[in-house]
């Protein structure tokens, strides 16, 4: 099987002196010139670009993005990559953060394989009702 790491070789044209051919690498696919128009190239990368999270983000952002995904799907079992795919983050990052800082949000780890993560709403202490003492 030809490795394909290395580039191709195309027959150059006969030799017709000594009825050689010569052998003549190709010029590989990533050094090969785009024949679309300059204006056309760099309106694909802006757009390529537009469409990929922010290479840096604020100390807890991500964090903050990952709860509010979870929030706003309350008892379903999210895996990190999921999370990671629906804000734009790794899915690495989001794991570490929701173990560390989960119990803060009320974020419970529901699954250890695949490991899930599950927004579960606080529930409120119950206030004592009046006159629900006995009295002497």
């Keep these: ?32 010139k785009s024949t679309a128009p300059a204006s056309k190239r760099t309106a694909t990368k802006a757009a390529a670009g537009a469409a990929k999270a922010p290479s840096h983000r604020a100390k ?7 709860v509010g995904h979870l929030k706003k799907h ?16 790794s899915s690495g990052a989001i794991l570490n953060g929701l173990t560390r800082h989960g119990a803060e949000h009320d974020i419970t780890q529901t699954g250890e394989r695949p490991v899930q993560f ?19």
């Design 74 to 89: 309350p008892g379903v079992a999210l895996t990190p990559g999921e999370i990671g795919r629906a804000v734009g983050g």
């Design 1 to 32: 099987m030809p490795n394909p790491r290395k580039s191709a070789t195309k027959p150059a044209a006969p030799d017709t002196t000594t009825n050689e051919i010569r052998l003549t690498r190709a010029t590989p696919a990533r050094q090969r």
């Design 118 to 136: 599950t927004h579960q709403r606080a529930k409120r202490a119950a206030a004592p009702r009046r006159g629900s003492r006995k009295t002497r």
């Design 60 to 66: 807890g952002e991500l964090l903050a993005l990952a």
